[in-house]
């Protein structure tokens, strides 16, 4: 079970890095896309890490076990 765990934890960390990529270059570039999207890139990002850790928290718990 905590196998599961750790494939889910890592596609939740690359998710994260998916978005916080697309934050930065659409920073970086300014503009529009910014305007609309930058708030919103910055809470999935924070949401994604909650569930990362989330699915580490699971991991630990369940390789204990």
């Given at each position: 079970m905590s196998t599961a765990f750790f494939i889910l934890m890592s596609l939740a960390m690359a998710a994260v890095l998916g978005v916080l990529l697309v934050g930065i270059f659409g920073m970086a570039?300014?503009?529009e896309f910014n305007k609309k999207y930058?708030?919103?890139?910055?809470?999935?990002?924070?949401?994604?890490?909650a569930v990362a850790l989330g699915f580490f928290v699971l991991a630990v718990l369940a390789a204990k076990k």
């Open positions: 570039k300014g503009g930058g708030n919103r890139l910055m809470q999935a990002r924070v949401t994604l890490q």
